[in-house]
């Protein structure tokens, strides 16, 4: 069965279409940047959960 022929499989993509999605977008940017901000500036961990190694002593007077 091809999918995209289905008028049902349409009716419901272009409802779907229709939907404000830039408030989702906006709150999950806001989130991706709120957990980046926190592992950098507290965590100092990878998305993985790996510790980073401290800065050299040259970096670190930068």
């Known amino acids: 069965m091809d999918l995209a022929q289905d008028p049902r499989v349409a009716r419901y993509l272009d409802r779907l279409a229709q939907f404000n999605v830039e408030p989702l977008l906006e709150g999950l940017g806001a989130?991706?940047?709120?957990?980046?901000?926190?592992?950098?500036?507290s965590d100092k961990t990878s998305p993985s959960g790996e510790p980073w190694q401290g800065w050299s002593e040259a970096y670190a007077e930068t």
Do not use: L, Y
């Not at 989130?31 to 500036?41: A, D, F």
């Open 31 to 41: 989130e991706v940047e709120s957990q980046t901000r926190r592992r950098i500036q």
